[in-house]
């Protein structure tokens, strides 16, 4: 089965701090996803990347960064936590073609 | 943006055949039609996805019309645990990058 492993199921980050989420898959996929998922708002991509070192912005790319310097691994960096990026944030891989899979999720919560 | 409509809610009798629409008007010719469902506190997962022929799985069906502007995924007796939150995506192609714009949804609720 393929496997999405998020670093953290939990996470309570302060204002200000720089925050690493981290996405491992161990199915060779070129494609990998970082979406947030806010109570009404459904699913929202940030960034996606087709390939290593490769990234493209989402539709809410703003206080986000990401970094795929291997093929498996693919991480969201907060430069600045703030209030407003609490919410759930799921990573995603899959192939170039065919389904994705997600993992478990992350909670993040910024006091 | 989605590429897709979907309606906010249903409501299915435990037993009975869930039927989900969705709008797809502008998909284009090389696009397929994924659905994927999340359970609460779960991340998505995939159930179906298909070109233009009706495809089905142990999962569910998938009906699309000829013309590809709307689609219907069936769970042919629902049970209380395909209470979820149900997407249907059309996967869009950027420069070879397969990009993946989930919608709304719809909330799905299965009653005994």
């Known amino acids: 089965d393929v496997k999405v492993t998020q670093s953290s199921r939990y996470l309570v980050k302060r204002t200000g701090e720089k925050v690493f989420l981290e996405c491992v898959q161990d199915?060779?996929?070129?494609?990998m996803f970082w979406y947030r998922q806010d109570p009404g708002l459904g699913l929202r991509l940030i960034y996606f990347?087709?390939?290593?070192?490769?990234?493209e912005k989402g539709d809410i790319p703003e206080g986000y960064s990401v970094s795929r310097e291997k093929k498996e691994r693919f991480s969201l960096i907060l430069e600045s936590a703030s209030t407003n990026q609490t919410s759930m944030y799921l990573c995603a891989s899959s192939l170039w073609t065919g389904s994705a899979f997600f993992g478990q999720g992350t909670r993040l919560t910024v006091v | 943006d989605a590429k897709t409509t979907q309606p906010t809610s249903m409501d299915c009798a435990e037993g009975r055949a869930a039927n989900l629409p969705c709008n797809h008007s502008?998909?284009?010719?090389?696009?397929?039609v994924y659905w994927y469902r999340q359970i609460h506190s779960q991340g998505p997962q995939y159930i179906i996805h298909?070109?233009?022929n009706n495809e089905t799985n142990e999962m569910a069906s998938l009906i699309i019309t000829e013309d590809r502007k709307s689609s219907t995924l069936i769970l042919p007796h629902a049970t209380l645990r395909d209470t979820a939150v149900y997407y249907c995506i059309v996967r869009d192609n950027y420069q070879g990058a397969q990009k993946l714009v989930f919608g709304q949804g719809t909330r799905l609720t299965i009653n005994p």
């Open positions: 502008t998909i284009s010719g090389n696009e397929y």
């Open positions: 298909g070109l233009k």
């Open positions: 199915m060779d996929h070129e494609n």
């Open positions: 990347s087709y390939d290593v070192k490769m990234k």
